[in-house]
């Protein structure tokens, strides 16, 4: 299936799979700055934002110019605005992944986390880095499944996410304050980081098949994390 | 001056301003339920986010609409684009108001903030009740120099939003580790509120002038916490 079928959005849907090619990359190298100390890594994603932020400036300029030269048909029209949302929550996913490396950078040579929390953060990096891989293929592929799939997994991270707060809960815990601000909101931009992928397979499932999976009921995409 | 010129926009501008009034509430309430612990004001915010949800679904349905029926030149179209972002701005500023009433009914009857934390709190409150009449203004009366004031203003937050940090790292701190958790997801969710009120004045700036302001040079909107 394609979600891109209009020829003359063959230059946004380009520019649309290099941000989300751009945002895996991101990702991964944040995960590499806050679990293994990687400084260079933060390094790259703090610089490499602009260039996403680019990406998101030159689909809206393409869409606006789309919008302008033709006259949009109903399906037309649907691509058009929903390629406009997934750049802004692309942008969005962007952004969180770049303060994940601000803190790794702000903490080193230290980690940001304690001990007792680096399991549930690497099992929620490998959850994002799993999740980035299906934003890029089912955006390259045009696969609905693929969407669905990622809209389905969310609850797992959902789980990860509570587990921290309940470490930091636990009698057992024993971090500084700074490690649990770090914890929290740590957790909080991962959680959104996955929020924002949910969000853009919805509308990967909505561009697909014309139906929209964010008006069925179920879970708050983001949801209370008390 | 008007940021919606076109006849056929008026439907979609009155429900924006809708949404923005909407919003405004939203906040208002979410501080009675954080700092009165009013729990029949964070009931109020809980239940009245569907009906933001709503009004964002209409403005999108009205503005694909807009663009079907009619071939759009460039300055109605900036207009469309920008109305389907602000939209999804207030949308946010909507959920996060949804999320500090949680969190208020969450800890009900007690406060989720320990007693030290009121103050900046309140403070960081006002500011917000000031910024959500700024919105509503700046919407209604189509005024840019309330949206730039918008856009100045919020270095103030920011560095209220760094006091709340302070506060849990100095040593007088004594609250709980829950208590912590809660000072910083909180801190966070207004910070952001504040964040989202910039990113829709800087839009309204574009709309009225043709100049996007988020292309000067100038402090990140959501730079990092740490």
Same mark, same amino acid.
């Given at each position: 299936m394609r979600v891109i079928f209009n020829e003359e959005m063959k230059a946004v849907a380009d520019d649309l799979d290099r941000m989300a090619q751009d945002v895996r990359n991101a990702i991964n190298l944040a995960g590499d700055a806050l679990l293994r100390r990687d400084v260079e890594?933060?390094?790259a994603v703090i610089d490499g934002d602009a260039r996403i932020d680019e990406l998101e400036a030159s689909v809206i300029d393409q869409c606006v110019r789309l919008l302008a030269k033709q006259t949009p048909v109903a399906?037309?029209?649907r691509v058009?605005? @929903?390629?406009?949302?997934?750049a802004a929550t692309f942008e969005r996913m962007g952004d969180l992944a770049k303060h994940i490396a601000e803190s790794a950078r702000c903490?080193?040579?230290e980690s940001p986390l304690?001990?007792?929390a680096v399991e549930v953060f690497s099992q929620m990096q490998d959850f994002l880095s799993e999740t980035a891989d299906?934003?890029?293929?089912?955006?390259s592929d045009r696969d609905a499944r693929i969407a669905?799939?990622?809209i389905r997994n969310d609850d797992k991270l959902d789980a990860m996410h509570h587990r921290t707060f309940?470490?930091?809960? @636990?009698d057992d815990w024993d971090g500084t304050n700074q490690q649990l601000i770090d914890v929290v909101l740590l957790g909080r931009f991962m959680e959104r980081i996955g929020d924002h992928a949910v969000s853009a397979a919805r509308r990967v499932v909505f561009i697909v098949s014309g139906f929209d999976p964010s008006k069925e009921p179920g879970p708050d995409e983001d949801g209370s994390v008390e």
């Open positions: 890594a933060a390094q399906t037309d029209l058009v605005v @929903s390629t406009l949302r997934l903490a080193y040579p304690p001990a007792d299906n934003v890029v293929a089912m955006l669905d799939r990622v309940e470490l930091a809960l @636990s």
